[in-house]
C-alpha cells in the first residue's frame, strides 16, 4: 500500500467550476499535510498547508482535513484555465523534515 | 532573489561515466533534500542532509552519494549511472523551525 494516495485523474471541470481533489494517507502519526501545484516541465510549488482538522480557506482554495479519516483534501473554487496542473498532496509525520508525496492528480480546466 | 539552483538543467550521458549534479540556495537554509519524479510514482526522497556534514539516505538511496561541506551546496554525485536512473530530480531546501520546501528548476537527466 502507497503511503499517499492519489487519483492519477485527470481531472477535467468546467471554467467557473468547483475542482474538488482528493488524498488519503497511511501513517497515522502524520501531523502536517501540504498540497502542492506542479506545471508541466517546472517545478512544485507550495499552495497550501494545514495541521488541524477542519478547513482552512485562502483565497480561492479549501484544504480539508480529517485525520481520523486520514484523509485530505483540496477544493478549486471558479477554476481558471491557470490552475491546469498536477497537484501533489504530501505528508510529514510527526517528527522530521521528511515530506511522503503521492504521485499527483492532474486537473484540466476547460474554457 | 531567494533561490535553489540546480546545474545543468539539462544532460544526456552514458552508462557509466560519473556525473555530478550540483544544488545550491541563498537563504541560509539547514535543510537540503534531493528528490526524483517518475511517471506515476511521484517525488521519492534519495537522500536529506540537517545541515552541514550531516546527511541521511531517503527511499531510494542507492546508487547515488551525496555531501554538505558547506551550508549552501548540496550535490548529488552519481558515481555509475544506469538507464534506470533516467529522471527528473529536484533539489529542495527549508529553513529550520520552516514548512515550506523551495524546490530548484529540477534537472532531467538520460543516462543511454
Known amino acids: 500500500q502507497k503511503e499517499v494516495e492519489q487519483n492519477s485523474g485527470p481531472l477535467s471541470v468546467p471554467e467557473g467550476a468547483i475542482a474538488s481533489l482528493n488524498c488519503t494517507y497511511s501513517d497515522r502519526v502524520s501531523q502536517s499535510f501540504f498540497w502542492y501545484r506542479q506545471y508541466s516541465g517546472k517545478s512544485p510549488e507550495l499552495i497550501m498547508s494545514?495541521?488541524?482538522?477542519g478547513d482552512k480557506e485562502d483565497g480561492r482554495f479549501t484544504a480539508q482535513l480529517n485525520k481520523a479519516s486520514q484523509y485530505v483534501s483540496l477544493l478549486i473554487r471558479d477554476s481558471q484555465p491557470s490552475d491546469s496542473a498536477t497537484y501533489l498532496c504530501a505528508v510529514r509525520a510527526e517528527y522530521g523534515n521528511k515530506l511522503v508525496f503521492g504521485a499527483g492528480t492532474i486537473l484540466r480546466v476547460k474554457s | 532573489e531567494a533561490q535553489v539552483t540546480q546545474n545543468p538543467r539539462y544532460l544526456i550521458t552514458v552508462t557509466g561515466k560519473k556525473l555530478t549534479v550540483t544544488c545550491s540556495q541563498n537563504m541560509n537554509h539547514e535543510y537540503m533534500s534531493w528528490y526524483r519524479q517518475d511517471p506515476g510514482l511521484g517525488l521519492r526522497q534519495i537522500y536529506y542532509s540537517m545541515n552541514v556534514e550531516v546527511t541521511d539516505k531517503g527511499d531510494v538511496p542507492e546508487g547515488y552519494k551525496v555531501s554538505r561541506k558547506e551550508k549552501r551546496n548540496f550535490p548529488l554525485i552519481l558515481e555509475s549511472p544506469s538507464p534506470n536512473q533516467t529522471s527528473l530530480y529536484f533539489c529542495a531546501s527549508m529553513g529550520r523551525g520552516g514548512d515550506t520546501q523551495y524546490f530548484g528548476p529540477g534537472t532531467r537527466l538520460t543516462v543511454l
Open positions: 494545514i495541521y488541524s482538522n
